[in-house]
C-alpha cells in the first residue's frame, strides 16, 4: 500500500509500550498490515496477513529474543 491508504485506519501501541514514545504503532487495514515508528510516523512497513500472523507465531515461540 502506499502512504495515502495508511490514513483511515487506527494505529495501536502495545500495551507494555514505553510511556517516552519509544516503540512502533500497528494497523490492521483491509488486506494489509502497517507498522511504523510511533515517533516519527511517516514510512510505513507494510505486511501481508499471512507474513504478520508467521511474524506473530516467531515472536510467541522466542525466536527474536536476545541469545543469553
Given at each position: ?41 511517516g514510512p510505513v512497513l507494510d505486511f501481508s496477513y ?13 525466536e527474536f529474543d536476545r541469545p543469553e
Amino acid at each position: 500500500m502506499t502512504a495515502p491508504q495508511w490514513t483511515d485506519v487506527t494505529w495501536t501501541k502495545a500495551f507494555r509500550s514505553s510511556f517516552e514514545g519509544n516503540c512502533v504503532e500497528v494497523a490492521h487495514g483491509p488486506v494489509r498490515v502497517g507498522v511504523r515508528d510511533s515517533k516519527q510516523p511517516g514510512p510505513v512497513l507494510d505486511f501481508s496477513y499471512r507474513e504478520w500472523a508467521a511474524f506473530i507465531a516467531c515472536a510467541r515461540e522466542g525466536e527474536f529474543d536476545r541469545p543469553e
